[in-house]
């Protein structure tokens, strides 16, 4: 379901304030209008973040309109605005980011990649190294960029499968000096033939495979999750945010230490949702991460 976002003046006095401070405190005469958006949608969010299954104020949701499946990841994460944008606007940064998911085999943010491009190629875990993978080129674009907001914009126009548009969206805005609300956005698009693979995959290799939404209960209470492309999407973008958060705990050590803190950490926290998330075993995780990571 669409998070509604609120106008400026159905904020909560609690969270107008916070937007107003820190306004204050960077020098702008007034907060900015993206900035009041995202706050809206933490002040909708309020409550689910309050009663949210994951046990930290993190919230999943994903939807299916015209062939365009969506995830959507909303959270509080424990870090500074200004070290989230240092991170975010960096698409070196974003290649290290995303080297962190068990199917991306190679991404260049430099070299042969234009200026403005994240190269990535993509395949299926162990089964595919750098050179048997798909070659997806990400346009990455700074879309918005103010001193209380940003978004960032990753878009490939092809993908695997006969998929398109693959797309990646991440905005963030301070809630206070330790700590920023983030919206991340991960969707896509398939015609006839991406849809006959994709169906192929959810009777054989994906048919046990769910998502974090809950669509009911068992007999005996035990929460049913939501499966087919919906389940995947979320996946998705859980490992995804995972991979962010992962990155972000990695900068309170040495630089020489900090790639092989973050994969640790990304295993380590996609194992906390091992319905949904696990794939491999560390030991085989982490050899290919380095495997692939050695052949950039």
Known sequence: MPIRTPTPTELSPAAAALVLAFAAATGTAAPSPDAWALHGQHETLRDAFASSPFQRPLVVQSSEAASEPKGEIYAIVEHPFKTTVQVLEDRSRWCEVLMLHQ???RCRAGGDAPADTVALVV???AQHTPEQGFRMDFKFHVAARAP??????LAS???PLGTRDHRVTLQAAPLDAKRSFIHLSYGYSFGSVARLATQAYMVTAGRHKVGFTVTGKTDDGKPVYISGMRGMVERNAMRYFLAIEAYFGALAVPPALRQE???NDWFALTEQHPR???ELGRDEYLALKRRDLAAM
């Open 103 to 105: 199917n991306v085999k």
């Open 123 to 125: 395949g299926r875990k």
């Open 261 to 263: 803190k973050r994969m």
């Open 276 to 278: 949904q998330l696990h």
């Open 157 to 159: 126009p092809e993908g």
């Open 148 to 153: 209380d907001f940003v978004r960032v914009q």
